[in-house]
């Protein structure tokens, strides 16, 4: 069993940067997949940026360039790096692992922690 605590979300002005972090507890953290979702109100959680055990990674279309995904398996966290944030970007942000696999499917994930609120606007 796996437990995921977001962390570092807030209101930030658009083209900011903003840094989420994401504590893991419970299992073998380094052979996990790790990924961040996000979802506005009324719409499906969206894959965002995934980071797998082989140190391969996965970006969105949305936040590639800008997002950037890392993970520090000595100390179970992952990090979301968001540059140039847009309103766009106004979300609930969720951290997520996976057993085994790699992609950008909510079903492939099977741990998921609370989420933070992260809001773009001027």
């Known amino acids: 069993q796996v437990q995921l605590v977001e962390s570092g979300g807030g209101l930030v002005q658009p083209g900011k940067s903003l840094r989420l972090s994401c504590a893991a507890s419970g299992g073998s953290f380094s052979i996990y997949t790790i990924a961040w979702f996000r979802q506005e109100p009324g719409k499906e959680r969206e894959f965002v940026a995934a980071f797998g055990w082989t140190s391969r990674r996965l970006y969105a279309d949305s936040v590639e360039g800008r997002f950037t995904i890392s993970r520090d398996n000595a100390k179970n966290m992952v990090y979301l790096q968001m540059n140039s944030l847009k309103p766009e970007d106004t979300a609930v942000y969720y951290c997520?692992?996976?057993?085994?696999?790699?992609?950008?499917?909510?079903?492939?994930?099977?741990?998921w922690g609370q989420g933070t609120q992260v809001t773009v606007s001027s």
């Open positions: 997520a692992a996976a057993q085994q696999g790699l992609g950008v499917t909510k079903g492939l994930y099977r741990y």
